[in-house]
């Protein structure tokens, strides 16, 4: 949408994520993220923390289930999303404080100092007309019977015309 500010975040998970479903049955998972600026100082010549920034971190759906399956406590992440008005409320000692909240859109650890393995998740059965699995848009071609090969894919089938050998633009 139009207005919306969208910011990337790279820090430490500061728990593990907290998954959670509405009534409806939607997957919602929170995770708060960390994240500290860091300095070099040229008269100490050292290396200096700056004040940590915490960011509550919100995704819905199958992000959210994903979330919770593959990123634990200190997981350093790289976080995209929509940042929200910041909401104020009072600490346990008085102090005013504001809160910002991030809508996630894409999450993911950080490879600058660790490796991940990935694997698709599958989708779910009737998410969609002819799907098939390993196939995430559910649009793959049928596979004829007695083949392992999509019936209409030029290139499986090399004697056969798929679609004539007229321009296609």
């Given at each position: ?6 910011v ?6 500061a ?6 479903y ?13 994240s ?61 404080r ?62 056969t ?9």
């Amino acid at each position: 949408m139009a207005g919306e500010v969208n910011v990337t975040i790279v820090g430490n998970l500061a728990d593990d994520p907290e998954l959670r479903y509405t009534q409806g049955g939607v997957a919602v998972v929170s995770v708060r993220v960390g994240s500290t600026p860091r300095t070099f100082n040229r008269t100490t010549s050292a290396w200096e923390d700056g004040e940590t920034v915490w960011v509550r971190c919100t995704a819905w759906r199958e992000v959210a289930e994903n979330v919770a399956q593959s990123l634990t406590k200190g997981t350093r992440v790289v976080v995209t999303g929509r940042l929200k008005a910041p909401s104020a409320y009072q600490s346990a000692q008085g102090e005013a404080r504001a809160s910002l909240e991030l809508e996630i859109e894409e999450i993911g650890p950080s490879l600058r100092y660790a490796t991940a393995a990935i694997s698709r998740r599958a989708r779910e059965a009737g998410s969609g007309a002819g799907a098939v699995a390993g196939d995430p848009w559910g649009d793959a071609p049928a596979v004829s019977k007695g083949s392992s090969k999509p019936a209409d894919d030029a290139w499986a089938n090399p004697g056969t015309a798929a679609g004539g050998d007229d321009t296609p633009f």
